[in-house]
């Protein structure tokens, strides 16, 4: 992050005296009824910010003086006034990063700057402050604060305070609880440099451009008050220190003609063939099979244990400890598999009991040695699609399950996270079992797949909407219409309304929990948190703590913007009625409405925004947190739903997030509850066909959640924050724009790149990203006992390049899929042999990795057009990460090149022996040391200096079995022999090291014999090169271009 070039602004100078005036219409505390003037014509304006009310602007922060060179400058208090004994600050150049200081500061300054920064952003008096204070129990510090206070402590110490742009920030943040834990941070940052990581890395299974444990906190959620009124789980706040109010709710002043494009995405499946390699992890100690309800336990150990991998089966959920927390795995447990999503549902609270289960499962995993190196993989049934067709039905409320393994893979980055949608659809136990093992032992790091009963394997992904084709009818919402919205008075949800009030003049019934109390006296000089913090502390002197401060200004800051809500909803027309209540309590809403419905008629709208937030990593993470986020949501959701069941709702709007899609690190509970409300939408869809539905996952939101130091963040990931005013306008064109018929319900929504947006929120492709893991044992790779030139098992090259492909497969899977079209490999390198001593024993591990790539983009090397990300670099590499072979995925196919265009060499002596008298010929020459089941060439018809042709069989032929091969390694291995029969001839024994190109021009196996030809390039006396085919009858199965063998001093022809 960019630091400033001047120290940090001063404490805010006396704030305006004006202060927002309470509509006198407004009722309290029951509901707050506004009539709406004389209704007038409808119009379609174009989109602006929603107006305030009149209240004051944020005071004016005077500006910093810049320290001239060699100067320093102590840090402003709360007051504006200096800190004595406070550390240097040493200004920052302008675009740069921040400056390290040159003199260490002691314990005592960083106590004192500590304490007079969080002065400054809460609005605590420092007098109120102590060292051993708890971050977020006694002080409300939460983790978007958190990125503030870190933000401006870096701007005064450098290097020595946490870079909240750092990969595992989250990680850090969540770990830091006391104002003294983060004085100890910066002593021992500071003591004890950290150096940069290198080497291999551990995989990356969070996904297309995730990084482990992003501090990049989810915004798009409503930051209504705590529904449960609890101050654990308080409404989000922005660096600005302002709870959502006012400010937040006009919106960004940014006019239309300088709103960024605007992502609008669909997310979608689509076929993809398992990679053929093991995520990491698997079979290395045994696993933790949790049966669910499903009957699936048992069947699934058994079929695992068939492959050599250990697993145990238990039911029910983790045992509770005596804080209530579950218990830990087994001690020696390499993982966890949940199964409780393929169980049946009799119901939506089973559905969701489930999905609590899954979370506590996962929360004693994190606890646990397993999250180093283990695995961690949900199963759940809604339909191998994620729910997206809407067949499911009341499945659909187990939906978050995936969103829990896409959270859980950002917060562990040494765990293989997976999560399987698996179409259960009547099959018996035992062949689910073997979908489901298949998967696991060939799906290598895919983060999420589906696996349809037919034995179609899905890949999620998401794709540019497209605009609805001509003849689509927008929905007309009559003026007067009764429209629902919960957590609609405050935050973007108020935003939108309000927008939607412009629009449409409909009436306006908004459901939150914020108490509309007379604001006490004295206090309308304070617009933000910070201010009335400290002028509460003022009036109420020492006694107050830091909670009860924090938790009265939160409530007066509330109230006010419900208040200002209102207003703008009678300035654009429409008649509203706030009603304080719990959308978890049906009975409570049941009887608001029915005043609704009384006076106002029946419903025939619902916007449910209703959320809150509590971020807190898995291992963190409590059932109360859990269930305030969860229940917010989903719980709110099945309330409305079953409240206006008799209604003749027309408009269905849940506002999701993208975290449901992507997963969020720190926000399981978050992801889990808006998964869910994007597969509740498919159903309901699906169930009223007539009812327009839309569930829009959006991206984050500008305004006082995102301020300049939280934007910088996102920007340096490539997203960028919504405009408020346009994404209030961007919902309303959702639901009033043209549908047809068959419109899927979900949509992601989000500001600038749609390739940012679709990624989740992209930071730099790792250096290494490993793409899942090889275990090779005679049992699993009997053959490669016939592939020992000296007594001892080596990797021939024909498999190395099959594995290399099963990378570019995984890699593909996160692009365009398309398998069907084969591959090409340039520059395939043998950087050291891979010999397997250890084959008949412990077996050996080996890894696919990638590196240099962007899953998005894979374009020319850089440099050929203008600056496109270089083709992904494919290595195999040891379990001590040393790469052994490499190769670079090209972005191209290979075109079809016909039989004929593979002449018989020229000069070929004819052969011809019988076939089995020729095989016995060529394998006990000096050239060839392959024992029968490498036996691969069946007859040769001749060699000369410029080339070699014969004929070969394959994997099926040879009995080598599994089915995953990319393929037909055998065939290839079998050309490969012929290459080294005619290196022999002309050069002595000779062994390949590199392939120029690599074309696979028809994935999958041969059937029967093929012929295979060598054409030579270039000998002399070291190294010889040439071509390599296998060819069907008609063309190209695989083509090796460019051969390059080196003579071996020991191998010369014998007489």
């Not at 809460?122 to 708890?134: I, W």
């Not at 959270?407 to 979908?435: K, Q, S, Y």
């Not at 986020?629 to 309330?639: A, I, P, W």
């Not at 032929?957 to 029969?981: E, P, T």
Request: proline fraction near 9%; charge should be negative.
């Amino acid at each position: 992050m960019t630091a400033p070039a001047t120290a940090p602004a001063t404490a805010p100078a006396t704030a305006p005296a004006t202060a927002p005036v309470a509509d006198p219409t407004v009722a309290r505390p029951s509901s707050a009824a506004v009539a709406a003037p004389p209704a007038p014509a409808p119009a379609a304006p174009a989109p602006t910010a929603p107006p305030s009310a009149a209240v004051p602007s944020a005071a004016v922060l005077p500006a910093a003086a810049v320290a001239p060179d060699g100067a320093i400058s102590a840090p402003a208090t709360a007051t504006g006034q200096a800190v004595a004994g406070s550390p240097a600050v040493v200004p920052a150049p302008a675009g740069g990063e921040a400056v390290g200081v040159p003199a260490l500061p002691s314990v005592e300054e960083l106590e004192a700057l500590l304490l007079d920064v969080v002065a400054e952003r809460t609005g605590y008096p420092v007098s109120a402050l102590a060292m051993d204070m708890e971050l977020e129990g006694d002080l409300g510090i939460d983790s978007l604060k958190k990125v503030e206070i870190l933000s401006a402590l870096r701007q005064h110490v450098g290097e020595i305070a946490v870079d909240v742009s750092e990969s595992d920030a989250l990680a850090r943040l969540t770990a830091l609880r006391t104002l003294g834990e983060v004085v100890d941070l910066m002593r021992n940052r500071a003591d004890a440099p950290e150096p940069a990581v290198t080497g291999p890395s551990g995989p990356d299974p969070t996904g297309p451009g995730t990084a482990a444990a992003e501090v990049i906190p989810d915004l798009a959620d409503s930051p209504t008050a705590d529904p449960s009124g609890a101050a654990a789980a308080a409404p989000a706040q922005g660096p600005a220190g302002a709870a959502a109010d006012a400010p937040f709710l006009a919106g960004s002043q940014v006019g239309a003609a300088d709103w960024p494009p605007l992502a609008r995405l669909v997310p979608r499946v689509r076929p993809v063939a398992a990679p053929g390699l093991t995520p990491l992890g698997l079979g290395a100690r045994p696993l933790t099979i949790v049966d669910g309800g499903s009957g699936l336990g048992s069947a699934l150990a058994h079929e695992l244990d068939r492959h050599g991998i250990r697993a145990a089966v238990t039911d029910g959920p983790p045992g509770a400890g005596t804080d209530g927390t579950p218990g830990g795995l087994p001690a020696d447990a390499g993982g966890l598999i949940l199964l409780g999503g393929l169980a049946s549902v009799d119901s939506v609270e089973q559905a969701l009991d489930r999905q609590k289960d899954a979370f506590r499962w996962a929360r004693a995993m994190a606890a646990s040695p397993a999250v180093h190196g283990g695995l961690f993989v949900t199963v759940q049934d809604t339909g191998a699609d994620l729910g997206l067709d809407g067949r499911q039905g009341e499945r659909a409320w187990l939906g978050g399950l995936a969103a829990l393994a896409s959270t859980a893979g950002a917060e562990w980055p040494d765990a293989a996270v997976r999560a399987i949608d698996c179409e259960r659809a009547g099959r018996d136990p035992v062949r689910l079992a073997a979908a489901i093992a298949h998967e696991l032992r060939q799906g290598g790091m895919t983060p999420v797949v589906g696996l349809r009963a037919d034995g179609t394997r899905l890949v999620p992904g998401v794709a540019p909407a497209l605009p609805e084709p001509a003849g689509a009818h927008p929905l007309r919402l009559a003026p007067g219409a009764v429209v629902v919205a919960t957590g609609g008075a405050r935050g973007v949800t108020a935003a939108s309304v309000i927008e939607l009030a412009r629009s449409c003049q409909p009436r306006l019934v908004l459901l939150g929990r914020t108490p509309l109390l007379d604001e006490p006296d004295g206090l309308a000089a304070a617009t933000d948190e910070p201010a009335l913090v400290r002028l509460l502390a003022e009036r109420d002197g020492p006694a107050a703590g830091p909670a009860r401060l924090r938790a009265q200004a939160r409530e007066i800051l509330a109230a006010r913007e419900v208040h200002v809500t209102l207003a703008a909803l009678r300035r654009a027309g429409s008649q509203a009625r706030y009603l304080p209540v719990d959308v978890r309590d049906p009975d409570a809403v049941a009887r608001a409405l029915d005043e609704v419905r009384a006076d106002w008629g029946p419903v025939s709208g619902l916007i449910h925004g209703a959320g809150t937030l509590a971020d807190k990593l898995l291992v963190d993470k409590t059932d109360d947190a859990f269930d305030r986020v969860f229940d917010t949501k989903v719980r709110g959701l099945r309330t409305m739903l079953d409240v206006l069941a008799d209604d003749p709702v027309e408009l269905l709007c849940l506002f999701s997030s993208v975290a449901g899609w992507f997963g969020n690190a720190g926000q399981a509970d978050y992801a889990m509850a808006n998964a869910t409300l994007d597969q509740v939408a498919a159903a309901w869809q699906a169930a009223h066909p007539d009812c327009l539905v839309r569930s829009i996952a959006w991206g984050p939101w500008a305004g006082g959640m995102v301020g300049p130091l939280l934007a910088d963040v996102f920007a340096s990931r490539g997203v960028q924050a919504l405009p408020v005013a346009q994404g209030a306008a961007a919902f309303v064109d959702e639901i009033t724009g043209p549908r047809s018929a068959g419109t899927r319900p979900r949509i992601l929504l989000g500001a600038g790149d749609p390739e940012a947006l679709g990624a989740g929120g992209p930071d730099a492709p790792p250096a290494r990203r490993v793409l899942g893991q090889l275990s090779v044992h005679e049992r699993t790779h009997p053959w490669l006992i016939d592939h020992s030139p000296a007594d001892i098992a080596v990797l021939p090259l024909a498999m190395a390049l099959d594995w290399l492909a099963r990378g570019a497969r995984a890699l593909r899977g996160d692009g365009d899929g398309d398998d069907e079209g084969g591959m090409v490999l340039r520059d395939l390198r043998v950087l050291r042999k891979i010999a397997f001593p250890r084959l008949a024993d412990t077996g050996h591990e080996l890894f696919v990795s990638v590196a240099e790539s962007d899953p998005r983009r894979c374009g020319d090397p850089a440099g050929v057009d203008g600056g496109a990300a270089p083709w992904p670099l494919l290595r195999i590499d040891d379990a001590e990460g040393m790469p052994h072979y490499q190769a670079r995925l090209d972005s191209a196919r290979p075109q079809p090149v016909p039989a004929s265009a593979w002449p018989t060499p020229d000069g070929l002596a004819e052969k011809a022996a019988e076939v089995s008298k020729c095989r016995d010929l060529i394998y006990r020459s000096d050239a060839l040391f392959h024992g029968p089941r490498f036996q691969a060439i069946q007859w040769l018809k001749g060699m000369s200096e410029h080339g070699a042709e014969g004929s070969v069989v394959g994997v099926t032929d040879l009995a080598w079995g599994l089915d995953d091969w990319y393929f037909d390694v055998a065939g290839l291995d079998g050309g490969m022999q012929l290459a080294g029969l005619w290196a022999w001839r002309v050069l002595g024994g000779a062994l390949p090291v590199a392939v120029r190109e690599c074309r696979i021009h028809r994935p999958g196996l041969m059937t029967g014999e093929a012929r295979s030809v060598v054409t030579a390039r270039e000998i002399d006396n070291i190294h010889a090169l040439c071509d390599v085919v296998v060819l069907d009858d008609d063309a190209a199965r695989i083509e090796l271009i460019g051969v390059e063998l080196v003579r071996r001093p020991d191998w010369m022809p014998s007489s």
